[in-house]
C-alpha cells in the first residue's frame, strides 16, 4: 500500500510540475486552461475542508461531491474541454462522478484505517 501511496504522490507532484511549467511554455489558450485547472483543483481541495465540520459524512460528501462537479463543470463550460451538447455532457459528468467516488473511497479506506490503528494503540 505505501508503494501505492508514493506512486500517487509522485504523480500528484509530477502534474503540478507539468501544469505550473506549462504556464510558460505554451499558448494563451492552453494557459488559461492550465490557470482554470489550478483554480479549480485549488477550490475542490478547499472544499474539502467541508468534512471538519460536524455535519455527518453522507451530508458533508454530498456537499463535497455537488460543489466539485458545479466547480467542474463550470471549469469545462469557460474553457470549452468538451462541446456542450447532451452526449459529451453526460458522458463529461459520468467520468467526473465516477473519478470522484474511486478519489474519495481511498481516501476514506485510508482514513478508516488510520483511525483503527489509532484506536487499536490506545487499548
Do not use: C
Not at 509522485?10 to 489550478?38: K, T
Not at 456542450?84 to 462522478?97: K, Y
Amino acid at each position: 500500500m505505501k508503494i501505492i501511496k508514493a506512486g500517487i504522490g509522485g504523480m500528484l507532484v509530477g502534474s503540478l510540475i507539468f501544469l505550473v511549467m506549462g504556464l510558460f511554455f505554451v499558448d494563451e489558450q492552453v494557459r488559461a486552461m492550465i490557470i482554470g485547472v489550478l483554480v479549480m483543483s485549488l477550490l475542490i481541495g478547499m472544499l474539502s475542508r467541508v468534512y471538519d465540520s460536524n455535519l455527518p459524512l453522507l451530508a458533508a460528501a454530498a456537499i463535497h461531491l455537488l460543489g466539485s462537479y458545479l466547480l467542474f463543470f463550470a471549469t469545462a463550460y469557460l474553457f470549452k474541454w468538451f462541446p456542450f451538447a447532451i452526449g459529451p455532457v453526460v458522458g463529461g459528468s459520468l467520468m467526473f462522478i465516477a473519478i470522484f467516488l474511486v478519489i474519495w473511497t481511498g481516501y476514506y479506506f485510508a482514513e478508516k484505517k488510520q483511525i483503527e490503528k489509532m484506536n487499536k494503540h490506545l487499548k
